[in-house]
């Protein structure tokens, strides 16, 4: 996997393209991210649009990843695990890129944490100025990596027989 293909230089871009026509008809599947712009069109690849997470992806996402996440004894005694998958989603807008980058800052500002044998998190802390602090540095993080605000796309090479990926194909 390469990622920001639309930094690379040109010479770049042509192994990348040279690589990736060489690996066509076997078993390895290479994968590039990138904005959509025209040279990284003229590379001849499939180009796929990432669509955003729904609530129930995103729900699937945080239980594949965590398994199970408890509230702290200090949460909201009305919170549950839903609000905490309705409030990620929200704050994110499904963006799978941004779901991974609040869920890296929340575990760095120990707001999600690893704590005997379990994944816990405070909710209460999600209700407070604290979290305006998480939701800058997940910006700050996503602007310095001048990243796309809600699709990417992908140029895939499809070697990888029998697979498909899900997403939407680009006009």
Known sequence: MVDDLDALS???????????????????????????IEKISN?????????????????????????????????VKTASINDFTQWLHKESGGNPLFIVETLKTLYENKVIYYQTNAWHIKTDLLK??????????????LTTKEEIRYFFTLAMIYSVQGKTAQAEKAL
């Open 43 to 75: 590379l001849g690849f499939e180009i796929l649009n990432l669509r955003p997470f729904s609530k129930g992806e995103t729900q699937e996402l945080l239980e594949k990843t965590f398994f199970k996440i408890s509230l702290t004894k200090d949460s």
């Open 10 to 36: 040109d010479y770049e871009l042509g192994l990348f393209r040279y690589i990736g026509y060489g690996l066509k008809d076997s078993n390895i599947l290479l994968i590039g991210t990138s904005q959509l």
């Open 128 to 141: 407070k100025g604290e979290i305006d602090k998480a939701k800058s540095l997940v910006q700050e993080k």
